[in-house]
């Protein structure tokens, strides 16, 4: 079975600095992976996605991250977050054995930008 | 254009009541997915819908729940005999097919309180 860990669930960060917030996967089979974030009282919106191709995918707002199969990691990246960015972002993980696309989630990692 | 669709946005009913909640798609969107956001689960998959197929109903934790989709559009999941353990945020999505390539777009959620 699918499973992903986002071992933070709360990341501070003070305005314009860099940030990384970790996603890592555990599948026995080739994947597809995904970043969402939820503003509150919202849904889920999708950030970015890698199901093939080159690595490092990017979002349209300066998010970034890698796909690295050896270390089954799906990290995501901001070289400078702004107060908008505070929100709470989801990795998933899809294999597609089921015929469609199951996303297994991670429990969350909570943003905190301040001033 | 017109997002996903979910309501009621709060629903607050006591412990054995039924409940309804309703998902309106985009219009096109031949998949949909409903999943479940709770404080000890996090987001799990509950049920897929593709096109007139027989639905997926996998992720369903009991009997007591329910869902059907009528004429490929509107969705409601249903659940009997409510107990506490089933407030939770239940949210739902849709998207173009079921393929990898094909983002889930996502409601603002139906939040489900039982007293």
């Known amino acids: 079975a699918q499973s992903v860990t986002q071992l933070d669930s709360q990341v501070p960060v003070f305005e314009e600095a860099p940030v990384e917030l970790r996603c890592n996967y555990s599948?026995?089979?080739?994947?597809?992976l995904f970043w969402y974030v939820q503003y509150p009282n919202q849904g889920l919106q999708l950030l970015l996605k890698?199901?093939?191709?080159?690595?490092l995918v990017e979002s349209i707002n300066g998010f970034e991250a890698e796909f690295n199969k050896s270390q089954t990691s799906f990290h995501l990246r901001k070289p400078s977050v702004h107060i908008s960015d505070t929100a709470e972002y989801f990795c998933?993980?899809?294999?597609?054995?089921?015929?469609?696309?199951?996303?297994?989630f991670g429990t969350g990692t909570r943003l905190l930008v301040s001033p | 254009g017109a997002g996903v669709s979910q309501s009621p946005s709060n629903k607050v009913t006591e412990k054995g009541k039924d409940v309804e909640l309703r998902c309106d798609p985009i219009?096109?969107?031949?998949?949909l997915y409903w999943y479940r956001q709770s404080l000890g689960q996090g987001l799990e998959f509950l049920i897929y819908?593709?096109?007139?197929?027989?639905?997926?109903k996998s992720g369903l934790p009991s009997d007591r729940f329910s869902a059907e989709r009528t004429g490929g559009s509107v969705s409601t999941l249903t659940i009997q005999r409510t107990q506490q353990e089933d407030s939770a945020v239940y949210l739902c999505?849709?998207?173009?097919?079921?393929?990898?390539?094909?983002?889930?777009?996502f409601g603002d959620g139906t939040r489900l309180s039982i007293l």
């Open positions: 819908f593709q096109g007139n197929s027989a639905p997926d």
């Open positions: 599948s026995s089979v080739s994947v597809y």
């Open positions: 999505a849709s998207s173009l097919g079921g393929g990898d390539n094909q983002p889930q777009h």
């Open positions: 219009s096109g969107h031949t998949a």
């Open positions: 890698y199901l093939s191709g080159s690595t």
């Open positions: 998933a993980v899809s294999d597609f054995s089921t015929g469609f696309q199951k996303l297994v």
